[in-house]
């Protein structure tokens, strides 16, 4: 089992930025690609940022330029930080961590933190 713990949300003027923090815990062992998403009310989830073990990173067009995705694996933290918000980044953003154990993929979700970008 995997646990995700996310932080770092809040309200935020546009053009502001902000830090958001995934702590995991647990079977850390087996965790590999892990990634942010989210999800506005009435939308489906989106990825926002993938990032692997190794450092390779992937990212959604709309925050390309805007959002870095990083991982401390040392201490198991995932960031993602968010710089020239715009209202259309208000979601609930979910940590994901993809788990293989025993030749089978598993995959964890943090409760969200809700980031809101209003003026």
């Known amino acids: 089992q995997v646990k995700l713990v996310e932080s770092g949300g809040g309200l935020v003027q546009p053009g502001g930025s902000l830090r958001l923090s995934c702590a995991a815990s647990?079977?850390?062992?087996?965790?590999?690609?892990m990634g942010w998403y989210r999800q506005a009310p009435g939308n489906q989830r989106e990825l926002v940022a993938t990032?692997?073990?190794?450092?390779?990173?992937t990212y959604a067009d709309s925050v390309k330029g805007r959002f870095t995705i990083s991982r401390d694996n040392a201490k198991n933290l995932v960031y993602l930080q968010m710089n020239s918000l715009k209202p259309e980044d208000t979601a609930v953003y979910y940590c994901?961590?993809?788990?293989?154990?025993?030749?089978?993929?598993?995959?964890?979700w943090g409760q969200g933190t809700q980031v809101t970008v209003s003026s």
């Open positions: 647990g079977a850390i062992y087996t965790i590999n690609d």
């Open positions: 990032i692997s073990t190794g450092g390779s990173t």
């Open positions: 994901k961590a993809d788990s293989l154990r025993a030749l089978r993929w598993y995959y964890y």
